[in-house]
């Protein structure tokens, strides 16, 4: 059963390694130049300061006249505050790393799924896969795990990955913070990987076709990665910010805005266990997406 998974997924199992290790590469290549980008900035701001010109965020400074056209001609290389700079430079590298690397997943996990069981079904090839020494119980869940367990450590490596790129890029935009990859880094892109699989095989097994089995689980991989979210940020335990001032600690995710009142926030030491209920939900819903599409194999796809 094993050589058979293989021979008939190899091919599938080529491109998203391929595909998972360009946006691995991608990443470290953007973490890469976002450190450089810094060091230079902070050479910079050093050099201002040696020239005795103001500091970047001042709207006017006090400077010799000798010193004018060299000041002048170093504002010009970081027009701008740090974060507008490092916007200007890197805008595209964060959208990638906080929405591109969870969709990449979706499309990975749903085209893989998706003609699990809709393919035999078009190709009229199901009552030959179903008939023989292996039974349909044991085919449908040999190939379910294999390709499950591969798509979860490769979304496991790459949110890993992006992981250590969200400390670059939170430095140069200090607009933003961790919680802003909650679901793109770490444990959650392996969630998501299983979750859009899972989807797409119970789409195929309900609808027999592949394409639209496509196209339904990631509509539906939108909903449901929304709803956990939302789920996790707002049914889960919270503390609340006290006065006078009431703010937040830093790290936090803040889960409400008010002015002179209490703010429900999790704490940065929350990050975790978090991440740790994020997971147990997606593969809930995957297990449940597969638990239907199990149903539909048995009565249906026939």
Not at 118 to 130: D, K, N, P, V
Not at 228 to 255: D, E, H, M, Y
Request: with cysteine; hydrophobic share 50%.
């Amino acid at each position: 059963m094993t050589c058979l998974i293989w021979r008939q997924h190899r091919g599938q199992a080529l491109w998203t390694v391929i595909t998972v290790t360009a946006l691995c590469g991608l990443i470290v290549n953007f973490g890469l130049s976002a450190e450089h980008w810094l060091a230079d900035y902070r050479s910079w701001l050093r050099q201002l300061a040696a020239a005795g010109c103001p500091p970047p965020t001042a709207h006017s400074g006090t400077f010799h006249v000798r010193s004018a056209a060299t000041c002048l001609a170093l504002k010009d290389r970081y027009p701008g505050s740090l974060q507008a700079a490092f916007a200007s430079h890197y805008n595209n590298a964060i959208l990638m790393s906080q929405y591109g690397l969870p969709a990449a997943f979706a499309i990975i996990g749903a085209i893989t799924g998706a003609p699990l069981v809709a393919r035999e079904i078009e190709q009229r090839t199901q009552l030959a896969a179903w008939t023989q020494s292996v039974s349909r119980r044991r085919w449908y869940t040999a190939k379910i795990s294999a390709l499950a367990a591969g798509l979860a450590m490769a979304g496991l490596a790459a949110g890993t990955i992006n992981a250590w790129l969200q400390p670059q890029l939170t430095t140069g935009d200090t607009a933003s913070s961790r919680w802003s990859w909650f679901v793109s880094v770490n444990l959650a892109l392996a969630g998501e990987a299983v979750l859009a699989f899972a989807l797409a095989v119970a789409s195929g097994a309900l609808l027999r076709r592949t394409l639209p089995a496509i196209g339904a689980a990631l509509a539906g991989f939108t909903v449901l990665l929304l709803g956990a979210r939302w789920t996790v940020q707002t049914l889960t335990p919270a503390s609340k910010t006290t006065g006078p001032n009431f703010t937040a600690p830093p790290g936090s995710w803040i889960l409400g805005s008010g002015t002179n009142a209490p703010v429900p926030y999790h704490p940065a030491g929350q990050y975790w266990p978090l991440q740790l209920i994020l997971l147990t939900v997606l593969l809930a819903l995957a297990a449940a997406a597969l638990a239907t599409g199990w149903h539909a194999t048995r009565t249906r796809a026939v």
